[in-house]
């Protein structure tokens, strides 16, 4: 764990509230919610998960190791998941069926064309193709429906700083135009692929952070979470480090603002985070993080820099109702909340109730 330094600045930037938004009390701008269903959208789960892929750790086809990034097709509603430690990409179709998109069945890793090397995130199409943040290869990975094998889209394959290198790369999405976005976490930076690749020429293009780690307004912190605001140019970044939630305008002379968290003070209160992962926004503008190492998920709802436990208590366990350093995030077409519970090796998921 590094060491944080207790000199920070938090700088809020407050969201418009929806005609919609209920407010249950309101202190220099900061709006207080008690309960996610006071927030756009009235949405609630239930507080206990059932496991949808999972059977005890290890390689089997309904088996899992240390999971980490989630990503829901909209279209499809395929679910796919980066099997970290069996270094794969599952996918899971609606019918409950699962099949390995990406990677070697049986759990196998390597450095090759056919293999991967602890995936983190995965992003994939309506077609069925994915795109694979193999992170200990540095590369970012296309793998086409039943392909046997993939192909580099980004990234050398070689650990470094040089813009056709890669940090360890820790998740990947593709824009409307088919750039391959992606955050390379050591390298404290968010890049941008054309969605041509050439190996010879191809370089990313720094579109948030590139001034080191550190808590300035102008840097990131091993950038571990990212969502794409692609109409309003926002990226929404978690920095694992500094345990908060950047909101990065994209453009030289747009502000940079904390937007949940308190920047290199973890906590487990309502205001802060701990080391945290996953994120995604809903419809409504909700934000939701995997609050990895405090064992639940968040929801800051608009104007609120206080979040609501949806999911988890707060303890490390394997109950229904419990999480153990959740990592990833995910909602399908009904706003039902999928979890990649990472240290119990499952998928849960949590009941959205009407």
Same mark, same amino acid.
């Given at each position: 764990?590094? +060491? ?5 600045? *938090? ?10 938004? +209920?407010?249950?009390? @309101? ?6 919610? +008690? ?6 959208? #009235? ?7 059932? *496991? ?20 829901? !097709? ?45 995936? @983190?995130?995965?992003? /994939?199409?309506?077609? $069925?193709?994915?795109? @694979? ?13 039943? /392909? ?6 980004? &990234? ?10 890669? &940090? ?16 390379? *976490? ?35 912190? #091993? ?30 002379? $747009? ?66 109702? !419990? ?12 706003? #039902? ?18």
């Amino acid at each position: 764990m590094r +060491k944080i330094s207790s000199k920070f600045e *938090t700088v809020f930037k407050l969201r418009t509230p929806t005609k919609n938004t +209920k407010l249950i009390n @309101v202190n220099n701008g900061q709006h207080f919610y +008690k309960e996610s269903s006071e927030c756009p959208g #009235n949405l609630k789960w239930s507080r206990t998960a059932t *496991t949808i892929i999972g059977n005890g750790y290890g390689s089997g086809f309904n088996q899992l190791s240390l999971p980490t990034g989630l990503f829901l !097709e909209p279209k499809t509603q395929i679910l796919y998941i980066s099997d970290n430690s069996n270094n794969r990409i599952q996918k899971r179709y609606p019918n409950g069926e699962i099949k390995t998109a990406a990677g070697q069945a049986n759990g196998t890793g390597g450095t090759t064309a056919d293999t991967l090397w602890n995936p @983190v995130d995965v992003f /994939a199409d309506e077609n $069925e193709n994915v795109f @694979v943040a193999d992170s200990s290869n540095q590369r970012i990975q296309l793998w086409k429906k039943n /392909a046997k094998s993939g192909r580099t889209v980004a &990234g050398n394959g070689t650990r470094g700083s040089a813009l056709n290198e890669f &940090g360890y790369p820790s998740r990947v999405l593709l824009d409307s135009k088919k750039n391959i976005i992606v955050a390379d *976490t050591q390298n404290e930076r968010i890049t941008r692929w054309p969605s041509t690749f050439d190996p010879r020429t191809s370089v990313g293009t720094i579109m948030a952070g590139g001034n080191g780690a550190g808590l300035n307004p102008d840097q990131l912190n #091993n950038p571990f979470g990212l969502y794409y605001d692609e109409p309003n140019q926002i990226f929404y970044i978690s920095n694992h480090d500094s345990h908060s939630i950047t909101q990065w305008f994209i453009g030289d002379y $747009e502000p940079h603002n904390i937007y949940a968290g308190i920047p290199g003070r973890f906590g487990n209160s309502s205001a802060q985070l701990f080391y945290p992962e996953g994120i995604t926004l809903d419809s409504y503008g909700n934000l939701y993080v995997a609050d990895c190492q405090n064992n639940r998920i968040q929801m800051f709802c608009p104007n609120s820099v206080f979040g609501i436990t949806i999911a988890g208590n707060g303890q490390s366990g394997n109950s229904s109702y !419990e999480l153990s350093f959740p990592g990833d995030v995910a909602f399908d077409s009904e706003l #039902n909340l999928y979890v990649s519970d990472t240290f119990n090796s499952r998928i849960q998921k949590f009941q959205r109730i009407q």
